[in-house]
């Protein structure tokens, strides 16, 4: 396996890989990494549908890309996605699939044509005051203390960064700054999380520093991505013949570890699977030309859904996903070590709510504060608007409507999470994980600006919630070391691959749709040998040009003093202004 960028290995087509007709796979878990995997090996490894098989405890295919309607409860959406353009193996991915809404169209044609119609941007990022704008302009007010803070983490080694916490390497002028606050609530960074995924993070992203005040670095889907991106994949792999084994929990997996000799790599084959189906021991033997793909760990595991009068429930207790990597990783120190990632609950819960709302009221303060019409079918709030003086730290969206292709019309699908569920509110004075999803509308509507004395009545009922508790939902932002979370395909590997947010890629970083694709994607040009490139991360932390604006923007726009006597600042700047750097310094506004 190799990685290449360009057209020339975009557009191609791999031959079939040598004794494929011979081999099948099998996946652990039904997520989009899996769902990926299958369709990579079918696309670009020739292999057959129905010599894939997909193992899933859940009775539906998606993992966190969810969103169903509840019977009795209501919609649910646990969490959104945010993507961006250069998310090169979603799209590489994408490209293949049929929409299921735009005849003759791909998923990705699909996607493109919505953004360009209507692409995204917010009006309102920062609330406080009861629904009032935070005034943040835009600006990061970054002090000069914080900028030296973040380009010493931008510029030190991995190696340095590992172990570390975020607030270990930034100072307090950092986590007061706008941009802390933008940056956090985007991507549920916490002050305890690693100060590695916080760099990686920097890195990646680097070309939309400027786009994190107005989200205009980012895209959405039509509907909700179950919806719009989970229910076209899936469909398209069933038309190919894969196999889907619902209501089946993968308990184990057994290997044979030959040792190498003088010090080399030894062998690895993983030799069977063991699960329960219905309450019924079973399992299956593989030889090394079956070949198995296992998402470990899970943001979702152990989810719970409250409902408009119940809390949901902190669940501590077993984990079958984390129980099964335990079992696995405790046969070889290459298979990682998920205690790192999954015995923090405290640190790595969060909890969200979905609200549809029932009263015409609701949506004309959502309007006031977005400033556009909710039923327009358009971008909304254009993703999310942060509470600044929430105690919760409560942030919520409205994404296009309808959210949920069965939505009534006169109805707003919103959703909201909190980072801070441990602490009392400022309307409902209990914590967030206390609430019902009626208290939790209440909290909501209070941060609107709705009048306190309409608050009760309209809570109960002008609208529904459901609340949702995710014990694990950040646990990949654990401080970590190198080692920590396996390799794609571990050293010695001949028939199996760790997939999802918990395997090592080195190239990218996690809690994005883009690594769940790219994990399978490795994995099966890795163990077939496709003779194609899988596209490289998108190397903007490399491209002078974004680097300056980057800079410039971190600034909030202010230029670059040269301490020197204005007679030489006059004559050096005349120098530069005669070649490419001052060209370049002057795009970017840094010296004036």
Known sequence: MYYSSGNYEAFAR??????????????????????????FLIRDGHMAGDRITVLERLRLPGGALDGIKEPEKGFVVRGGREMEDHFECLWDLFRSIPSIEVEGASVLDEFYWLNKDDPNYSLQRVTEKRGRDARTDGLFTLSDRAQKDLVKVFLATREEMEGKRID?????????????????????????HGALEMKLYLHRFIHHIGGL???????????NQYESLVLPLYKWLLDQGVNFEFGTEVVDVDFVLAPGAGGAPGRKQATGVRWIRD???????????????????????????????????????????????????????????????????????????????????????????????????RVVTGGIVTVRDSSWLLSWTVNRQPHFKQQ???????????????VPG??????????????IVQEW????????????????????????????????????????RPDVVPEGSVNFAFIGQFAESSRDCIFTT??????????????????????????????????????SRLRDGEELRLPLPDVLRKRLMGKLNETEIGELLADSHLLG
């Open 279 to 377: 309450g019924v021991e079973g399992g299956t033997e593989l030889g090394p030309d079956d070949l198995l793909f296992m998402t470990i760990g899970s943001l979702t595991e152990n989810s719970h859904n409250g409902d408009h009068h119940t809390p949901a429930k902190l669940k501590e207790g077993p984990a079958p996903a984390w129980d099964l990597w335990r079992r696995i990783a405790s046969k070889d120190p290459a298979f990682g070590r998920p205690d790192v990632f999954g015995s923090h609950i405290p640190q790595t819960k969060w909890e969200s709510a979905t609200v549809t709302t029932l009263d015409e009221r609701i949506p004309e303060y959502i309007r006031r504060i977005c400033k556009r019409d909710p039923f327009s079918g």
């Open 213 to 223: 005040p107005d989200f205009s670095a980012l895209k959405f889907t039509r509907y």
């Open 426 to 439: 400022d309307y409902v004075k209990k914590p967030m994980q206390e609430c019902t999803g009626e208290e």
């Open 514 to 551: 883009e690594y769940s694709v790219r994990t399978p994607m490795e994995a099966v040009y890795r163990l077939l040998d496709i003779e194609r490139g899988v596209p490289e991360v998108f190397a903007s932390t490399y491209d002078v040009r974004t680097l300056l604006a980057a800079t």
């Open 168 to 192: 270990e390497v930034f100072g307090k002028d950092f986590l007061e700054s706008n941009f802390w606050l933008y940056w956090r609530t985007m991507f549920a960074f916490e002050e305890w």
């Open 445 to 484: 509507l209070y941060h609107l600006g709705v009048p306190e004395e309409e608050i009760p009545e309209l809570a109960a009922t002008g609208a529904k919630a459901v609340p949702v508790m995710m014990p694990y939902v950040t646990s990949f932002f654990m401080p970590r070391r190198a080692g920590d």
């Open 408 to 422: 009534p019309k006169d109805q707003v699908v919103a959703w909201l999470y909190s980072l801070f569920v441990d």
């Open 14 to 39: 791999p031959r079939k890989p040598a004794g494929v007709d011979g081999k099948t796979a099998l996946f652990v878990g039904a997520g989009l990494a899996s769902l990926a995997g299958a369709a």
